[in-house]
């Protein structure tokens, strides 16, 4: 469970990661916004096949790029949730501590890995590009 210390941590360190990207990738987040939660919603879990919260650092929700076509009309909006217990464990080390500068780099392969999906990216391919 995270706390609110722990939340404001967090958004801090979240805050500091969006500053410091590149233009193009914060033009990107205005087209496809960030959300935060603590933890993924049951039905997420279970379409994706996660079977423990802290698994899933982010979601893509929407129709990658790739896959959009004219005559198919837009349902909802594209957004990213990102989930602070997953990136946290992500960021842990061996001895479950959480540095600045480690949760600030789960951050931002996070983003970056879902705005790869929102581009069309799959898994493999973001793996390869350093995102998996």
């Not at 916004?33 to 096949?49: A, I, K, Q, T, W």
């Not at 970056?112 to 990216?121: Q, S, T, V």
């Given at each position: 469970?995270?706390d609110?210390?722990?939340r404001r941590?967090?958004?801090?360190?979240?805050?500091?990661?969006?500053?410091?990207?590149?233009?193009?990738?914060?033009?990107?987040?205005?087209?496809?916004?960030?959300?935060?939660?603590d933890y993924?919603?049951?039905d997420v879990?279970?379409?994706?096949?996660?079977?423990?919260?802290d698994?899933?650092?982010?979601?893509y929700?929407?129709v990658?790029?790739?896959?959009?076509?004219?005559?198919q009309?837009v349902?909802?909006p594209?957004?990213?949730?990102?989930?602070?217990?997953?990136i946290?464990?992500?960021?842990?080390?061996e001895?479950g501590?959480?540095?600045?500068?480690?949760?600030?780099?789960?951050?931002?392969?996070?983003?970056?890995?879902?705005?790869g999906?929102?581009?069309?990216?799959?898994?493999?391919?973001?793996?390869e590009?350093?995102?998996?």
């Amino acid at each position: 469970m995270v706390d609110k210390r722990t939340r404001r941590w967090f958004d801090a360190q979240l805050a500091r990661v969006v500053a410091q990207l590149p233009a193009e990738v914060k033009e990107k987040i205005e087209e496809v916004p960030l959300h935060v939660e603590d933890y993924p919603p049951e039905d997420v879990m279970r379409e994706l096949g996660i079977e423990y919260r802290d698994d899933l650092c982010g979601y893509y929700h929407g129709v990658p790029i790739d896959q959009r076509h004219v005559d198919q009309p837009v349902v909802e909006p594209d957004f990213i949730t990102l989930y602070r217990e997953g990136i946290m464990a992500a960021a842990a080390d061996e001895n479950g501590e959480i540095s600045d500068e480690r949760l600030r780099e789960e951050i931002r392969i996070t983003i970056l890995h879902e705005l790869g999906h929102h581009h069309g990216i799959d898994e493999d391919e973001l793996g390869e590009l350093g995102y998996g």
